[in-house]
């Protein structure tokens, strides 16, 4: 298994990955559009910005730092971080995400990805990471508590999703 930046010749295979979650995976992801050709370009978005990051060494608000792995020659799962500025003066993260591929769930790579992204945010001075998570997702909140996240606010019905709206909780990480 091999972690690394996401990059222009992984925007088909994580597209595919995105493609294939079912309804309930979907919600879980907090999804954008279920479309492929939208699915695609944000992607594409993903690699653009992990490229200008590797030139630049820049890092702004509307940067998206994505890290993917492929288990043999699949498409196993994507981690990321965005929403990064300057917030009471701390570098912070204001979005963190992580997907895995059905099939590789609970065999340690969501772990691994999340350990990726947290060792970047340190590199990169970041001080603190949010996240969002759907209250009924309870094992990503295991997850994330065992990762040392904490829970800040519970929003009632702020996510809507099919015209039906949920519950979720807003977490943070100090490093």
Known sequence: MKIRLLEFKDIRAITRLYMSLNE???LLFHPFPFNYFIAFLIFLYFALS??????TGFITRYTI??????????????????????????????????????EFRSQGLGKKLATKIIEFCKNERIQKIHLTVMAHNKPALNFYKKLGFKIKKRHEKREKWKNKYYSDYDMTLNL
């Open 50 to 55: 992990n490229k200008i990051y590797k030139i």
């Open 24 to 26: 309930e995976e979907r």
């Open 65 to 102: 730092i994505s890290f993917i792995c492929y288990k043999k020659e699949t498409m196993a799962g994507l981690a990321f971080i965005s929403k990064i500025e300057i917030t009471d003066g701390r570098k912070v993260a204001g979005n963190f995400g992580i997907v895995i591929r059905r």
